[in-house]
Each structure stands twice: as C-alpha cells, then as structure tokens.
Antibody, heavy 121, light 107 residues
C-alpha cells in the first residue's frame, strides 16, 4: 500500500527556521516525483515545487522559488520542505503528494495527511 | 503560468441531483487535466486524470469530459459523501496550477 506520512504540526515564531518531512512507503521512492502543495487557511491549493528523489532534481513554482527549499534523502525514503526564516504568512497546511513516474503524468495520485504550520509571535 | 478558472465557486444541491462543475484553462492544455475532491480537514483525493479517466476505486457516478480549454466534472447522482470541495489541476506545463475550487454544499 502506497503511503506518505508527514511530520507533525509545528508552532513557530517569525524568523525561526523549520524543516518538515514526508516519508514514503509501499512503492519505489526513488522512481516517482514528490511534490509539495500549500493550503492557506480557508483557501485553495497552491503547487510549491517537486523533487525527484532518485537524483534530487528539483523544480519550484516561481511563487515559491527562493522562499523554501525542497530536498530528499533517498536512503530513508523521505522528502523535506524547509524554511530558513518563517513569516506569519507561511501559516498554512502543507501537503506532500506523489506524481506519476513517467513524463506527462504530473498529477498527484497519493497524498500525505498534511502538516499544519503555525507562525505566530 | 496557465490560469485555471472554476465555476461556480459554490453550489447547493440535494442528494440524488446531477451536478456539473466547469473548469476553464487560460490556454489550451489538451487533456492534461485532473480533478480532486477535498473534504474538511482531509487531504485532497484524486478522482479523475487525463480529463476523463476515473482513478481506481472512484465511483462511476463521477465523470469528466473536455479537452483544450473547457472541462467539466459531473456527478450523476449525488450521495451524502460527495459534499466537499472540488479542484481542477492542469499538468500541461509548469508551473502546475489549480483552479480556485468549487464548494458543493447540501441544499
């Protein structure tokens, strides 16, 4: 069974750093792109970026380029999303999700349960 | 970036009704369109990809159609568990983009 299990909720102060995780199981982790999607409170879905754990090739949405860093550790089948300096506007639910493993299959077929990040002074 | 516009933004319906949600792309995307369902407090769930292909395990009352710029999601006979928010997503080109969502509520 394919599963993506994300790390737990976080409460941080503005200016702090954070790294959240997404652990894949039940499939070949290195063969599928993993993406991150933001959902601000009461709002819609926004694609942030993707990573191919096999070679760490990464693509970012222009809206998030330079604001976050996506990485992966294939030895433990885990992808990460990190911030170096959080802002209150980073308060949101963050989902990881798996994309297809062939070109053109860039929809999300499996999703993690979400990690709620709250940034408040 | 390709802009995806859904209509309506919200919709009230009753169980047993047939409902249709529309998604329009700002440029042609062939059939590179997916639909997701999201219930409150839950992660989105893939319903349809390639505009009209039902994801495994999704009930057949869900169907999708369209190509180019105009797409529809139809639920043929609403069940209580279908009241949720629905999103379209284009994967024709990067950046991947979602529609703003359509909230389906009980009348």
């Amino acid at each position: 069974e394919v599963q993506l299990v994300q790390s737990g909720a976080e409460v941080k102060k503005p200016g702090e750093s954070l790294k959240i995780s997404c652990k894949g199981s039940g499939y070949s982790f290195t063969s599928y792109w993993i993406g991150w999607v933001r959902q601000m409170p009461g709002k819609g879905l926004e694609w942030m970026g993707i990573i191919y754990p096999g070679d760490s090739d990464t693509r970012y949405s222009p809206s998030f380029q330079g604001q976050v860093t996506i990485s992966a550790d294939k030895s433990i089948s885990t992808a990460y999303l990190q911030w170096s300096s959080l802002k209150a506007s980073d308060t949101a639910m963050y989902y990881c999700a798996r994309l297809g493993n062939i070109p053109g299959v860039d929809y999300f077929d499996y999703w993690g349960q979400g990690t709620l990040v709250t940034v408040s002074s | 970036a390709i802009r995806m516009t859904q209509s309506p933004s919200s919709l009230s319906a009753s169980t047993g009704d047939r409902v249709t949600i529309t998604c329009r792309a700002s440029q042609g995307i062939s059939s590179y369109l997916a639909w997701y369902q999201q219930k409150p407090g839950k992660a989105p769930k893939l319903l349809i990809y390639a505009a009209s292909t039902l994801q495994s395990g999704v009930p057949s009352r869900f169907s999708g159609s369209g190509s180019g710029t105009d797409f529809t999601l139809t639920i043929s006979c609403l069940q209580s568990e279908d009241f949720a928010t629905y999103y379209c997503q284009q994967y024709y080109s990067y950046p991947l983009t979602f529609g703003q969502g359509t909230k389906l509520e009980i009348k």
